[in-house]
């Protein structure tokens, strides 16, 4: 590959950057007309090899690929022989450098400290993960403008699209199932137990979680994040004040509760007091199409089992 043509190809990416930064239908073209489809590619976090994967693309490398398998629920399935590129916040240069990747892709918020050395490896393009001033959309709809960037770098835009509409339509079929049960403007709280002393994962509308629920016709009741994120840690005494919303549960079972749940704190909440704790399975809450087609099913068969 001569000088200038990776020249022109880190030229691309760049505007390819600065546009899917933005977060808009159009934030990705394809290769100009001659130019190579990347083949090798790296994924720097589970949400790009998610999509990727769902387009029916395997990243050449993955960073924590295990965490992928037990966080991300591997879903869809991470083939054998995909290359560990270290840890999500701390990729390995020196493997990706191995790697020799055609396409390196990230998160701003995790990677851009280093996007002066992955662009010395290969193009790099990273997208926007939580919500900003620039790209206030809730991350339901962000997502779908990553996933429509992704496939027009490998394109797939015909498959994307495919996979959005199959999204939208198990969407509609999932609103129907709540409407028929009357759960239609029910208030709702989605957490998950994270330990390390933070007690309860709360997710704000901005979340894939607190938007699907809306788009489901339920009311995601909170509201609040942290600073550059779209969920935020509670403790049971913050969790006492969500009135009669119910708790879905991401990632435990009642026979496998943290000790937390033992305290007369956590059966004064309403919620746990009257029976309105439903508990889901392990489900990937930054993921792609497939993410919010699994979690949008898991809500309905626990909220809505016999509509």
């Known amino acids: 590959m001569s000088v200038s043509f990776n020249a022109r190809l880190h030229a691309a990416f760049t505007l390819l950057l600065l546009l899917a930064t933005a977060a808009q239908s159009a934030g990705a073209s394809s ?3 001659g130019k190579k489809i990347p083949d090798k590619i790296a994924a720097l976090n589970w949400t790009q090899a ?3 994967l769902t387009l029916g693309i395997t990243p050449a490398g993955v960073t924590s690929i295990k965490g992928y398998k037990e966080w991300q629920s591997n879903s869809p399935i991470m ?3 995909v290359q560990e590129l270290g840890l999500r916040s701390e990729p390995s240069l ?3 450098a ?3 990747p055609d396409l390196i892709l990230g998160y701003q918020w995790r990677h851009n400290r ?6 010395a490896i290969a193009p790099t393009v990273l997208f926007t993960q939580y919500p900003t001033t620039d790209t206030p959309s ?3 709809h962000r997502m779908q403008s990553v996933f429509r960037s992704v496939a027009r770098l490998i394109d797939q835009t015909t498959l994307a699209e495919e996979k959005l509409r199959e999204m939208e339509q198990l969407m509609g079929q999932a609103q129907r199932h709540i409407q028929q049960a009357g759960m239609t403007g029910q208030s709702v709280v989605v957490g998950k137990f994270v330990g390390m002393g933070l007690g309860l994962r709360v997710y704000a509308d901005e979340s894939m979680a607190g938007a699907i629920v809306n788009e489901l016709g339920l009311v995601n009741s909170w509201h609040s994040a942290l600073p550059g994120r779209d969920f935020t840690h509670v403790d049971l005494l913050k969790l006492t004040t969500i009135g009669d919303a119910s708790l879905l549960i991401i990632g435990s079972q009642p026979d496998d509760l943290p000790a937390m749940t033992r305290s007369p704190v956590w059966q004064a909440i309403p919620a746990v007091r009257e029976g309105r704790v439903h508990y889901l399975p392990g489900l990937w809450s930054f993921g792609g199409p497939l993410s919010a087609t699994r979690m949008a099913t898991a809500i309905v068969s626990q909220l809505a089992p016999e509509a």
């Open 31 to 33: 290769f100009d007309s």
């Open 98 to 100: 191995a790697l020799k």
């Open 79 to 81: 083939p054998d022989g």
């Open 94 to 96: 020196e493997a990706i």
């Open 114 to 119: 280093i996007i002066s050395e992955l662009e």
């Open 138 to 140: 809730n991350y339901y």
């Open 50 to 52: 998610e999509m990727l």
